[in-house]
């Protein structure tokens, strides 16, 4: 039985530290689903087999690289980490990405609350328990970080380690934000309340499109889905402008 090509524009999503396409689920199901072609990509590591060579911000984006130009990607939706990683993924000369649209993506070194504390472990196991540790102190609380937290315990501890500690040396080294912007069309999709005091100032101090998701958590695809889908189709639908009347 021959079926009709499916001719929606395809749209990438990448899952921050730890994470993997699970979080993009309920996307599905909102009109943001029925307009685009949604592609949750499961990173090495996170929900995909570790890469050979080192997990890196770098090696990742070749990955995501690699996926966009076989998917016809132009856009990435990245969270957290991962719009480091797209960033770096949109200027591979092969990408065809040129628009990042970023939840919640680390702007400033104090975005790494979460990768950035690999750097303080010697060892992969060690800080797997002490992340996974952390999380249980709030998992309890919140259905959301539990989730986060299950797939964790999944994601392989060397490339989590490794990950962290790379994110860690990236942002000594760059303001992620700057490199955000540097690299495509980006739309910054976020709730100030999960945000720290220094990406806030970051933001006010540099023009970038924005959107506030107002009550979400660092997770607004996983609790608050349609209201996402609805800032999304916003920032994707053609800006139009008036005629001056003669």
Not at 131 to 159: G, K, M, Q
Not at 166 to 183: C, E, N, T, W, Y
Request: charge should be negative.
């Amino acid at each position: 039985m021959v079926t009709k090509a499916d001719t929606r524009p395809a749209l990438l999503m990448i899952a921050g530290f730890g994470d993997d396409g699970s979080m993009f689920s309920a996307l599905h199901g909102t009109p943001l689903g029925a307009a685009y072609r949604l592609i949750a990509l499961d990173l090495p590591g996170f929900g995909a087999p570790p890469l050979e060579g080192p997990t890196t911000l770098a090696s990742l984006a070749d990955v995501v690289a690699e996926k966009s130009a076989e998917t016809k990607a132009e856009t990435v939706i990245a969270h957290s980490v991962a719009s480091i990683i797209a960033s770096l993924a949109a200027t591979k000369p092969d990408s065809p990405l040129n628009r990042i649209l970023s939840l919640e993506g680390n702007l400033t070194p104090e975005d790494a609350y979460f990768s950035g504390t690999a750097a303080n472990y010697d060892d992969p196991s060690s800080f797997r328990a002490a992340f996974l540790s952390r999380l249980a102190e709030s998992a309890d609380e919140s259905h959301i970080l539990s989730r986060y937290r299950d797939v964790v315990t999944r994601a392989n501890p060397l490339a989590l380690w490794q990950l962290g500690q790379d994110a860690r040396r990236f942002s000594k080294l760059h303001v992620p934000g700057q490199i955000l912007i540097a690299s495509a069309h980006v739309t910054y999709l976020y709730n100030p309340e999960n945000c720290p005091r220094a990406s806030l100032d970051w933001l006010q101090n540099h023009p970038i499109d924005r959107i506030i998701l107002e009550g979400a958590s660092h997770w607004p695809s996983v609790d608050r889905p349609e209201a996402l889908s609805d800032a999304i189709l916003s920032a994707l639908r053609p800006k139009t402008t008036k005629r001056k009347p003669r």
